[in-house]
């Protein structure tokens, strides 16, 4: 759905780790430069903990939809393009 602004993402259901551990996400991440897009806490927490690499986007929606999540991303899409070039920014929180 977000091929046209992001067309090097991927969903983890998409390349095998759907039921990873967040361990297993975050080194996958880690091996291939990724950032992690999630609505995920423990990202956050885990961001805090060892820095980056990966850089971590906390979407803080709450349970919405996936077409929600969807509009704000793009929505967002100047600052998170602001964001992944700046080498020493790690974390971002989108709401």
């Known amino acids: 759905m977000l091929a046209d602004l992001y067309p090097d993402s991927s969903h983890v259901r998409d390349i095998g780790l759907k039921s990873a551990t967040d361990t ?10 990724l950032i992690i897009v ?5 990202f956050h927490q885990r961001s805090l903990l060892f820095g980056h690499p990966p850089k ?13 999540v969807e509009t704000l991303l793009r929505e967002q ?12 920014a790690a974390f971002l929180i989108l709401s």
């Open 56 to 68: 971590i986007i906390w979407v803080r929606l709450g349970n919405c939809s996936t077409g929600t």
């Open 24 to 33: 297993d996400v975050w080194e996958h991440a880690v091996r291939n430069e």
């Open 77 to 88: 899409s100047d600052t998170i393009r602001a964001f992944v070039d700046d080498e020493t």
């Open 38 to 42: 999630s609505k995920d806490s423990d």
